[in-house]
């Protein structure tokens, strides 16, 4: 798909077999978003873990970007994106339940409505 072509994650939707579905042109935007905003995430929990250890230790980070330009240089440009696998799975499957359980109740209400009311108005002729 188009999009897939553009976040070039289409080993994604080959997997798949949803190209053209909802499903893919969903994925593959979160995907890139992730990839680009999860160093950020990374920096901000060095930075929240090292509040937690000040009354033990110095200060080992000043700010973000000296947060980042240490880890990049002690660690290797790989330790921005630690922990990235099982943080898509976790986004992957509450998106995946969060449209499941809508759909199913979208579906239930829709069942009762029509019992109640007989015809949806916006279904009339």
Do not use: H, N, W
């Amino acid at each position: 798909c188009e999009l897939c072509e553009l976040c070039k994650l289409c080993e994604l939707c080959e997997l798949c077999e949803l190209c053209s579905s909802f499903s893919c042109s969903f994925a593959c935007p979160l995907a890139c978003s992730m990839l680009a905003v999860y160093p950020l995430d990374t920096i901000k929990k060095r930075l929240q873990a090292q509040t937690f250890a000040m009354a033990s230790s110095k200060v080992q980070y000043k700010g973000m970007l000296d947060c980042a330009i240490m880890v990049v240089r002690e660690e290797g440009a790989r330790a921005m994106y630690r922990g990235l696998a099982p943080t898509m799975m976790k986004s992957m499957l509450s998106t995946g339940l969060t449209f499941a359980i809508f759909t199913g109740t979208r579906a239930v209400l829709d069942g009762l409505f029509d019992a109640r009311m007989g015809a949806r108005p916006d279904e009339e002729e």
